[in-house]
T-cell receptor, first 115, second 117 residues
Framework: AQSVSQHNHHVILSEAASLELGCNYS??????LFWYVQYPGQHLQLLLK??????LVKGIKGFEAEFIKSKFSFNLRKPSVQWSDTAEYFC?????????????FGAGTRLAVHP | GAVVSQHPSRVICKSGTSVKIECRSL??????MFWYRQFPKKSLMLMAT?????????EQGVEKDKFLINHASLTLSTLTVTSAHPEDSSFYIC?????????????FGPGTRLTVT
């Protein structure tokens, strides 16, 4: 079965530290990849997505992610985090199943940034 | 960006009763809506996919008679948890997209916290 793994469940960083959140998926076909963010008390929002082309994609708020097909990975990075980046981050893969595109989510990584 | 609302945000009901949760796309027409369930410290689990005017497609292991989904219009989908039991207590999230293709973004609602006593 298709799955998405996020290696870190909790990450604690100080402001200005660099961030990398791991994401691996298990699916042999063509995939579309996403990172979503959920700030405290808010709904899920799209951070960035990869469909095709340049495997290094840039998203909002200085985030980027790199698709490495050989490693089935789509890690999220930010060179310098801010306190406002405190949130939960979800990696997701879009698959076609039963004629519909559906998202398979990872378990999420809770990021806490201390001032 | 597009806005998706859910109502109610929280509901407490007694075991054996039914609860209806509404999901609305406020500023776009949602060809497809999705219902997810999120357990504490776990990922979002897709329950079903629905297209306007047609029957929902349920994921494996999701009881279609227990979780009734209606997508009556391009802006409204409802999830009814029938004969709720404490194990149905969870956070239910809907999302909506404006087209079938993967390139259409899914917009998520704020979620509904259901507690069955």
């Amino acid at each position: 079965a298709q799955s998405v793994s996020q290696h870190n469940h909790h990450v604690i960083l100080s402001e200005a530290a660099s961030l990398e959140l791991g994401c691996n998926y298990s699916y042999g076909g063509t995939v579309n990849l996403f990172w979503y963010v959920q700030y405290p008390g808010q709904h899920l929002q799209l951070l960035l997505k990869y469909f095709s082309g340049d495997p290094l994609v840039k998203g909002i708020k200085g985030f980027e992610a790199e698709f490495i097909k050989s490693k089935f990975s789509f890690n999220l990075r930010k060179p310098s985090v801010q306190w406002s980046d405190t949130a939960e981050y979800f990696c997701a893969v879009s698959l076609v199943s039963g004629g519909y595109n559906k998202l398979i989510f990872g378990a999420g990584t809770r990021l806490a940034v201390h001032p | 960006g597009a806005v998706v609302s859910q109502h109610p945000s929280r509901v407490i009901c007694k075991s054996g009763t039914s609860v209806k949760i509404e999901c609305r796309s406020l500023d776009f027409q949602a060809t497809t809506m999705f219902w997810y369930r999120q357990f504490p410290k776990k990922s979002l689990m897709l329950m079903a996919t629905s297209n306007e005017g047609s029957k929902a497609t349920y994921e494996q292991g999701v009881e279609k008679d227990k979780f009734l989904i209606n997508h009556a219009s391009l802006t409204l989908s409802t999830l009814t948890v029938t004969s709720a039991h404490p194990e149905d207590s969870s956070f239910y999230i809907c999302s909506a997209k404006g087209g079938l293709a993967a390139t259409y973004e899914q917009y998520f609602g704020p979620g509904t916290r259901l507690t069955v006593t």
